[in-house]
C-alpha cells in the first residue's frame, strides 16, 4: 500500500513540476498535496471493495483438491492429501473455492516431502495405540489463492482452528525455497525457524 502511494505522489509531482514551470512553488504544492488527498481517498477505497469478498468467505474442510492447481505441489495426489489423518482447508466464497491449504500432522520437522511422509505416518501408527489424535504439529506442505486475500485468510483461520485444537501446539510450514512463499509468510507474522536443501520451515506462533 505504501508503495502505491509513493508512486502516485512521485507520478503528481512529475506532472505538476514539467507542466506549470511558471507558477510559484508554493500554489504547485499545494496543488500536489490537494490531489494526492483525493487519490489516496479513492485508493483506500478501491482496495477495500478488493477485499470486500473475504467477509463473505468461510473455511472448510474438503475431501479433495483439484491439485493440477496447486502450484507448490502438484505431484501429491487427493489420496495422499487425505491418508494418515491428513486434511485438506479451503476458502470458500459463492459456492467456489478460492484458496487451498493441505496438512498433515506429526511429532518432528521435516524438510522434505519424504520425511514429511514418514513422520506423519509414523503419528497415525502412534496416535491408534493412543488416543486418536495424530501429531502435536501441524505442518501446512502447500497453499495457494487464486483470489487476492485468500492465502492469508486461510493462514489466519486455520491457525485459530488449530489454537482451539487441545491436542496441537505449532503451525509449521514446509516450504518450497522461493521469495514468494518467504515474503507471504514473514508478511503473516511467521518467522523462517529453518532453511534446508530445498525447502523452508516457517513457524507461527501469533497471527
Ligand atoms: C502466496 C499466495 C498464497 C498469497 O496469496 P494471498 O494471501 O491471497 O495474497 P497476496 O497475493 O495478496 O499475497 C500476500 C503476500 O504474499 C507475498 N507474495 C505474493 N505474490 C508474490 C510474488 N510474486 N513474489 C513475492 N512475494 C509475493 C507478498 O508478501 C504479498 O504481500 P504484499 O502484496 O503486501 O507484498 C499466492 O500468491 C499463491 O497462490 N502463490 C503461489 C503458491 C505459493 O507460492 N504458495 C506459498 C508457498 S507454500
Same mark, same amino acid.
Given at each position: ?13 512529475? !506532472? ?21 488527498? !483525493? ?21 472448510? +474442510?474438503?475431501? +479433495? ?45 521435516? !524438510?522434505?516431502?519424504?520425511? /514429511? ?43 485459530? /482452528? ?11 510450514? /514446509? ?10 509468510? /514473514? ?21
Amino acid at each position: 500500500m505504501k508503495e502505491i502511494f509513493k508512486n502516485v505522489k512521485e507520478k503528481l509531482v512529475s !506532472k505538476y513540476t514539467n507542466n506549470n514551470s511558471s507558477e510559484n512553488t508554493k500554489k504547485i504544492k499545494n496543488r500536489i498535496k490537494a490531489r494526492f488527498r !483525493k487519490n489516496k481517498q479513492i485508493i483506500s477505497k478501491n482496495i477495500d471493495n478488493f477485499f470486500d469478498w473475504i467477509k463473505g468467505a468461510e473455511i472448510v +474442510e474438503l475431501s +479433495e483438491c483439484n491439485t493440477n492447481e496447486d502450484p507448490v505441489r502438484p505431484e501429491l495426489d487427493n489420496k495422499f492429501r487425505t491418508s494418515y489423518g491428513r486434511k485438506i482447508y479451503g476458502v470458500k466464497f459463492k459456492g467456489e473455492i478460492h484458496a487451498v491449504m493441505c496438512f498433515a500432522f506429526t511429532n518432528e520437522i521435516p !524438510k522434505t516431502v519424504e520425511e /514429511l511422509d514418514l513422520m506423519s505416518k509414523d503419528a497415525f501408527i502412534q496416535s491408534i495405540r493412543r488416543d486418536y489424535q495424530v501429531g502435536k504439529i501441524a505442518i501446512a506442505y502447500t497453499v495457494w489463492s487464486k483470489k487476492k486475500g485468500g492465502g492469508k485468510l486461510i493462514v489466519k483461520e486455520v491457525y485459530k /482452528l488449530i489454537k482451539k485444537s487441545n491436542h496441537l501446539n505449532r503451525l509449521i510450514t /514446509l516450504s518450497p525455497l522461493t521469495e514468494m512463499a518467504r515474503r507471504f509468510h /514473514l508478511s503473516n507474522g511467521a518467522i523462517q525457524i529453518q532453511v534446508n536443501e530445498t525447502t523452508q520451515n516457517f513457524e507461527y506462533e501469533k497471527v
